[in-house]
Structure formats: C-alpha cells, structure tokens
T-cell receptor
Framework: KAGVTQTPRYLIKTRGQQVTLSCSPI?????VSWYQQTPGQGLQFLFE???????NKGNFPGRFSGRQFSNSRSEMNVSTLELGDSALYLC????????????FGQGTRLTVV | GNSVTQMEGPVTLSEEAFLTINCTYT??????LFWYVQYPGEGLQLLLK?????DKGSNKGFEATYRKETTSFHLEKGSVQVSDSAVYFC???????????FGKGTKLSVKP
C-alpha cells in the first residue's frame, strides 16, 4: 500500500510569509503527527491529530498550526515565517493503540530566506 | 519529564565491525521503545521496537533489548555493511496517545 506522502518536497519562502504543508497518511491510518527536524534541536514534536481533532501539542508558538480533514489528510501552517523555521518537517501516520507504529513521510524541506 | 539520551556521534566503523549505539531513557511508567533510521535525504524508517521489559526487537541483523533495570535500549549489530551508513534515532512513546520523544541521533559511517 502507498506510504505517507508529503507535498511539496522542497520549499523556499521569504521571512514574514506564510506556508502550508500537506500530508496524506497511509490508507486507514487516523492519526497524523508532525515533527520539526533541525540540526540544532533534533526532532521535536509539533502536534498530533486524530479524527479531525488536535489530540496533543508540542511546545511551539501559535504561528504553527494544523488541521486534519475527514479523509485524515492533514495540513500544517506556519505564519510570519522566521529564519529559524528553516527545517525538515516530517509527518507520521499511525493506527491507534498501545502498540502503535509510526510511518514517516520523506518530509518537506523548508528554507526561509 | 520523559527524555532519551543516546551516544554522541559520528561513529565511523570498518565494514564487518561490531556496532553498539547506546541509548538510555527517562520515563514514568512503561514506555514503548524504538529505533528509527534515517538515510540521506529521506524520512525516518522504523528499524525495530520493544513494548515491554526484556523484549528484544530485531530487524535486518540489528537487535536491541528493553532493559528496565538500567533504563536502556542499546542498538547492536554483529557485522555492519556500507549500506548501514545512516543516522540512527532512539525514541520512546508513552501510552496510546503520546507522541514520540527522540534522542539527538547518532550518525554512523561504515567504510569499505
């Protein structure tokens, strides 16, 4: 079956702009999580959505937001971009349950100039 | 709070050498433990996992045992290959609604 698909793969934005990233989970997966990966901070959890509801949120400013649609596809939005937002943004989907296993997409590489 | 600490890299080995990457964790209760691998330009792939104490996860020649008494989940492989060159992340998750908490990652380079 198809894996987790993230679009676009690469993005260059200017400071102050906003950006929307998309994630299509594996068919049947209802949980979608987003992570930010940077060389300095490593992998940090942004938020998790399940059945269109944000279930868990990391320690990021309100400029970072997301949503999930009825087909489980998810988008994340970053407003008023800062240079420090340059990162690889990874999306992961999973089934629910104690023995969950997260499947990651290839990520969107965002560069803010 | 919950955290994962793994050995600093980079680690450089010759082909067929033995690999150990140390990972220790801090968590209340009984987390599930994972090793993920990231190849250049790619996302993360689950390498192996263990969900309870004394479980051994294994895949592609890699192994790790969930040691509750030492709060550790060290990754081992008896004979590494050049194709194993990647960044390895140790991670934990608590409960069915928790998020993954990752270590900083260890870059492994295997030379022919």
């Amino acid at each position: 079956k198809a894996g987790v698909t993230q679009t676009p793969r690469y993005l260059i934005k200017t400071r102050g702009q906003q950006v929307t990233l998309s994630c299509s989970p594996i068919s049947g997966h209802r949980s979608v999580s987003w992570y930010q990966q940077t060389p300095g901070q490593g992998l940090q959890f942004l938020f998790e959505y399940f059945s269109e509801t944000q279930r868990n949120k990391g320690n990021f400013p309100g400029r970072f937001s997301g949503r999930q649609f009825s087909n489980s596809r998810s988008e994340m939005n970053v407003s008023t971009l800062e240079l420090g937002d340059s990162a690889l943004y990874l999306c992961a989907s999973s089934l629910v349950g104690r023995d969950l296993e997260a499947f990651f997409g290839q990520g969107t590489r965002l560069t803010v100039v | 709070g919950n955290s994962v600490t793994q050995m600093e890299g980079p680690v450089t080995l010759s082909e067929e050498a033995f690999l150990t990457i140390n990972c220790t964790y801090t968590a209340t209760g009984y987390p599930s433990l994972f090793w993920y691998v990231q190849y250049p330009g790619e996302g993360l792939q689950l390498l192996l996992k263990a969900t309870k104490a004394d479980d051994k996860g294994s895949n592609k020649g890699f192994e790790a045992t969930y040691r509750k008494e030492t709060t550790s989940f060290h990754l081992e492989k008896g004979s590494v290959q050049v194709s194993d060159s990647a960044v390895y992340f140790c991670a934990l998750i608590r409960g069915s609604q928790g998020n993954l908490i990752f270590g900083k990652g260890t870059k492994l380079s295997v030379k022919p």
